[in-house]
């Protein structure tokens, strides 16, 4: 399998979890550790890990219930240990790792679905981790406190298109 899937004559703007302004982020009071789901460049929820008779913070990609709250937004960390490089599954960080969590600041995002203007608000479905930005909250979806804005002076996106999450 390549790492590289098109050739394009103009940089990516960003990859999903890096930040846009370094820097500029505020983080989690703690490191959670994954449970083996948890995917940079998307939200997480909070789990409880245990390990050697010990309990710990932990992450995971999905909530229990559709009531569940994000704990934050997993930025991507370069220096973090992700042992199949070739492989799809690359920004999914190993059970054990302890993963950044963002609380604020402005990460980039795949556009989950086509987005229809700038600045609308950023809402989740915790079962699923299903993202939806809209004017409007769908069915069993919270709000995520975060708002999607599209780069470069545009004013809407389609499916894949790299925009921005942000909420300070």
Do not use: H
């Amino acid at each position: 399998m390549a790492l590289q899937k098109s050739v394009g004559l103009n940089y990516a703007l960003g990859i999903p979890g890096q930040q846009v302004v370094v820097g500029q982020a505020e983080y989690a009071v703690y490191n959670p550790l994954s449970d083996g789901t948890v995917k940079a460049g998307a939200f997480c929820f909070k789990k409880a890990v245990s390990g050697n008779g010990e309990g710990f913070a932990g992450a995971t990609l999905l909530g229990t219930a559709d009531t569940d709250i994000p704990l934050g937004f997993v930025e991507r960390v370069t220096d973090t240990y992700i042992p199949t490089v070739a492989g799809e599954a690359t920004s999914v960080y190993p059970a054990g790792t302890a993963v950044t969590v963002a609380i604020r600041g402005q990460f980039y995002i795949e556009a989950p679905a086509a987005i229809a203007s700038d600045g609308l608000p950023v809402y989740i479905k915790p079962t699923t981790g299903a993202l939806n930005i809209s004017a409007s909250k769908g069915e069993n979806e919270v709000d995520t406190g975060w708002i999607c804005r599209i780069p470069n002076g545009g004013t809407s996106a389609v499916q894949g298109d790299i925009v921005i999450v942000e909420r300070f």
